[in-house]
């Protein structure tokens, strides 16, 4: 008999893989006998695929000879490795004292992947605070006194990245 071993092969979050069909070994052939090309596929193909291990499933083998043998396909893996970093900014924000701000405290993200978000599973969204010159974490309401506060945010999660930079700070102003 013959067989069809698909080749391990391995990504980065975010990436898509395509198959050409030559990604396999094949050995058990009689000389002038041969595998062309294999059907290739994977649930870890796809961009959107988490990070993990997934089978490559090998099948419908083409080439020169083939009907004279049974042919044994053994799977091969993908493995999705995560994305780089995940960079989240507070936005910067400003309203009148004695007037009631829009909450919650917004951020923005760099290096999310085409259709991430915080709403995925296994993600938690960043909570943003705003801090007084002490370091105290203060109530973002129309009583807070005019001035300029620190807001910075924590508690990101996003297992499908490598990490998660939640060091930038932006400015609270309250204005009189």
Not at 31 to 45: C, R
Not at 115 to 121: A, I, N, V
Request: charged share 10%; aromatic share 8%; net charge negative.
């Amino acid at each position: 008999g013959v067989t069809v071993t698909a080749v391990n092969r391995s990504k980065t979050y975010g990436d898509t893989v395509t198959f050409a069909g030559t990604e396999f070994t094949a050995s058990g052939l009689a000389a002038g006998d041969s595998v062309t090309s294999v059907t290739l596929t994977s649930a870890g193909a796809s961009a959107s695929a988490p990070v993990g291990t997934y089978d490559i499933v090998p099948a419908a083998a083409q080439g020169t000879g083939l009907a004279n043998y049974a042919i044994t396909y053994v799977d091969g893996e993908l493995t999705v490795n995560k994305a780089s970093t995940l960079t989240v900014t507070p936005t910067a924000y400003t309203f009148q004292a004695g007037s009631e701000p829009a909450l919650p405290l917004e951020y923005s993200t760099d290096g999310f992947e085409s259709g991430d978000s915080f709403t995925s599973e296994g993600y938690v969204a960043p909570t943003c605070v705003a801090k007084d010159g002490e370091g105290n974490t203060v109530v973002v309401s129309s009583a807070l006194a005019w001035g300029t506060y620190t807001i910075t945010c924590s508690g990101a999660v996003a297992g499908n990245y490598e990490s998660v930079d939640q060091t930038a700070t932006a400015q609270l102003r309250v204005a009189p």
